[in-house]
């Protein structure tokens, strides 16, 4: 357990075929189901600062009480993302804690030195940062508001994740208005 935030709760890989990443850790891993978003509905979306329009591709599964990310720019709009692609990486980009004290864990962070490199919202009450520290691919820090639309998400995509019999291995994101 992180001495600041509390368990990680997600691993997220960065993929080049999202589909086939799916496919792998379903049939392979025993991990899912997926739930599958083409087009993320990033709001606010900043890199160093900057607004950019995003194009992300993501799919999210439980194993236990942490979720998998797999994550495919689907543009050339500036990311951590594509910054760990063009340097050569595929697999594990970040690992993420989920907050409920967002403004508080994020001052946290910063004080002790961290910095926001990438942010945005999904849905209401479901802001990210990105820390801007990495020390080796694979340790970038994300902080995930959970509390609202978002976190109701997750929250099904854990119980449908329990006892899967690996039938409907890839299922839509439902509406973050309707959840």
């Not at 379903?26 to 990033?42: D, E, F, R, S």
């Not at 854990?158 to 291995?169: H, L, R, T």
């Amino acid at each position: 357990m992180s001495k600041f935030l509390g368990e990680i709760r997600q691993l997220g890989y960065v993929v080049p075929d999202i589909e086939a990443a799916m496919d792998y850790w379903a049939t392979t891993m025993g991990v899912g189901p997926w739930y599958y978003n083409p087009k993320v509905p990033i709001e606010d979306y900043r890199y160093d600062g900057k607004p950019y329009e995003v194009h992300n591709s993501v799919a999210l599964a439980n194993s236990g009480f942490v979720q998998v990310e797999l994550i495919q720019t689907r543009n050339d709009a500036p990311s951590m993302y594509r910054d760990f692609q063009e340097a050569g990486h595929t697999g594990l980009q970040h690992v993420a804690y989920w907050t409920q004290d967002f403004d508080n864990d994020l001052a946290l962070m910063e004080s002790q030195g961290f910095k926001v490199k990438m942010s945005g919202t999904v849905g209401e009450n479901g802001r990210f940062v990105y820390f801007d520290k990495e020390d080796h691919p694979g340790t970038v820090i994300e902080l995930s508001e959970v509390v609202g639309p978002k976190g109701r998400l997750f929250k099904t995509i854990y119980e449908a994740s329990v006892g899967w019999n690996g039938d409907d291995p890839v299922r839509p994101f439902p509406s973050l208005s309707e959840i």
